[in-house]
């Protein structure tokens, strides 16, 4: 099963309580300072709570022209105002400092697990599917803890100490707002039911957009010799509509919520302002007429500030929803297992001999589409060992197997005879060296892709490396030398200066056992001629298997397998392969036909 239909099949199936549970493993280590910081926040909340009494009081003693109490009252809201604003700063800043640590975690975590995982897993799902939720679904978690937490939180402690205010002041008045309660909580559970599905179809539709973008913005070139740009347009625009409607699906969703919580905010001012009116006018012995005015002021006050939380809770809400959509996302992928994994009894090891056995190995990477069948070989300690064949007969496929990228479904593959499952993935790894035909070059000097940004490996170390297998050459005549920027891919270098670099990469690290996989692919003659020479040298240094296309690479090699439709044909060195008169020898007489036909 690929990973796009395991991630596919787990959505859905999450629910709340199973979310904020694996959610909370991150929450724990800031567990202290978030609610040290809550507690700032609540102090914040109760002080302004206090600024429409004193608002009314003001008013009353300005009616009664009572200026000492007018400045006394002044000066005591201007202090609270000071001092809330203190917290207030102090918690924000402690929110992002946990919100931002949180982050911070779960995306190495994330990045960590997405690092295990096979290459048929990562080949499987398109890699800006991957990135959105590594990258923007986890800065919308971020967005959880430092303010749609605090400000639900925040919302529910200014209710509480409104409700208290008002019953302080009025019973009647406190009881006219706790009716609105139950109305206010009703909305929010109803809208609550059907919100997931809205938000979880736009940050799909998010994802898939990226996954394009990123597939096609690598893929331009091709894109544009085929002359394939309208089509490509056409298919963005697809996607764009899906985007497009499914944020109109969450702004219709949203169009509705908002303004009804609004309805509710003007109905609890009507309401309190007339109780209050009712209070004041049933009681004129009770109230004079400059204690009626800023009661009532007070109370108007009290209602707005009781309409602030609510509002808050509408517009959080939203945000809430896109969080909690955003942990799913995340968790899904946390929870797809890595299909290659170390067994308990795995061990490391310092050193390979170089033995390596394939005992009647069967492998697909589509159930039933077999792309080896029942191979079986022994190459020896120090041999060199060659792999021909068509293209699509399996030559590539078992280099992937012996560094473990994917795990055989029949048969056994034995290094030092011993399964490669009893030694760990690092330690396989560490003592294999591979050169691909597809090198990848990542951003950064010369010096950083030959030794992986590992700075144990030396300068010295990096250049005998490059002058071992001939890459000195190039490098010397560059203007920086070994500090040149490589650029995206390592497109401001040829095909051959780059497979040199992979030569010196995997030189560098001195390896017991090493892959090449059509190294002299698509290169020049006079690049070829360097690789050769460096392969005559290098071949002292361990095993060595060579998966080539241009038999002239291979001749000197221990052995030779001819692979064709998944099965070992012919076997032997070059000149035995060439008495045989089979497979081997119709390409080496093919091959050599092209060559004087070029000549």
């Not at 295990?116 to 599917?129: A, C, D, M, R, T």
């Not at 019973?171 to 809208?191: E, M, R």
């Not at 929803?321 to 994994?341: K, N, W, Y």
């Not at 190294?519 to 071949?539: G, H, V």
Request: net charge neutral.
């Amino acid at each position: 099963m690929t990973l796009e239909e395991q991630i596919s099949i787990k959505e859905k199936t999450y629910k709340d309580s199973i979310l904020f549970k694996k959610l909370f493993r991150f929450f724990v280590p800031e567990i202290w300072r978030f609610i040290f910081a809550i507690l700032l926040d609540t102090l914040t909340v109760v002080i302004f709570s206090f600024e429409p009494r004193i608002t009314g009081n003001i008013v009353s003693y300005v009616s009664s022209g009572q200026f000492d109490k007018i400045l006394l009252m002044s000066l005591i809201f201007i202090g609270c105002i000071i001092i809330g604003l203190i917290f207030m700063y102090n918690g924000s800043i402690m929110l992002q400092k946990v919100g931002q640590n949180i982050v911070y975690n779960l995306r190495m975590e994330i990045f960590k697990h997405v690092d295990e995982f096979s290459i048929n897993q990562l080949n499987s799902l398109p890699v800006g599917k991957l990135v959105t939720r590594i990258i923007n679904d986890t800065s919308k978690i971020m967005r959880m803890f430092t303010d749609v937490i605090p400000s639900v939180i925040r919302s529910f402690t200014t209710l509480i100490t409104i409700l208290v205010q008002m019953f302080v002041s009025s019973w009647a008045v406190g009881l006219t707002l706790s009716a609105f309660l139950p109305l206010i909580f009703g909305v929010i559970v109803f809208f609550r039911i059907f919100s997931r599905k809205v938000f979880r179809e736009s940050r799909q539709s998010v994802s898939d957009i990226n996954g394009f973008i990123a597939e096609n913005i690598s893929g331009m070139l091709t894109t544009q010799i085929f002359n394939q740009q309208q089509r490509k347009l056409d298919e963005f625009e697809e996607k764009n509509q899906r985007v497009l409607k499914a944020h109109l699906r969450q702004v219709r969703f949203f169009a509705i919520f908002r303004p009804l919580f609004y309805l509710i905010y003007v109905l609890t001012i009507i309401a309190v302002i007339y109780v209050g009116t009712y209070i004041v006018t049933s009681n004129p012995m009770q109230y004079s007429g400059s204690e009626a005015g800023g009661l009532l002021f007070s109370f108007y006050l009290f209602a707005g500030q009781f309409s602030n939380p609510v509002t808050s809770l509408a517009q959080q809400f939203n945000a809430f929803q896109e969080s909690l959509t955003s942990v799913e996302r995340v968790c899904i992928v946390m929870d797809v297992e890595p299909e290659v994994l170390d067994i308990k009894e795995a061990k490391s090891v310092d050193k390979l001999i170089g033995k390596i056995e394939f005992r009647n190995v069967w492998f697909a990477y589509k159930k039933d589409e077999w792309v080896l069948k029942d191979v079986s070989f022994t190459i020896n300690p120090g041999e060199t060992a060659a792999f021909v064949g068509a293209t699509g007969a399996g030559k590539s496929t078992i280099i992937s197997l012996i560094t473990r990228n994917y795990e055989v479904q029949k048969g056994e593959i034995l290094i030092d005879d011993v399964p490669i499952k009893n030694y760990t993935i690092e330690t396989l790894r560490k003592h294999i060296g591979a050169m691909l035909q597809d090198v990848f070059l990542f951003a950064g000097t010369i010096k950083d892709n030959i030794s992986l940004f590992d700075e144990t490996v030396s300068k010295e170390e990096i250049v005998d490396a490059c002058k071992y297998v001939g890459a000195d050459t190039f490098i010397e005549a560059l203007p920086n030398k070994y500090e040149e920027e490589v650029r995206e891919r390592g497109n401001n270098f040829s095909m051959g200066q780059r497979q040199l670099l992979s030569f010196a990469r995997v030189v560098v690290y001195n390896p017991n056992i090493i892959l090449l996989d059509e190294a002299t692919a698509n290169i020049d003659t006079e690049t070829e001629l360097i690789i050769q020479s460096s392969l005559e040298k290098i071949s002292s240094i361990g095993t060595m298997i060579i998966v080539a296309h241009r038999l002239s690479t291979i001749k000197h090699a221990d052995k030779i397998f001819v692979i064709s439709q998944g099965r070992i044909i012919e076997q032997g060195n070059h000149q035995e392969l060439l008495k045989k008169r089979g497979t081997y020898y119709n390409l080496y007489e093919l091959q050599n036909m092209e060559k004087k036909v070029n000549e």
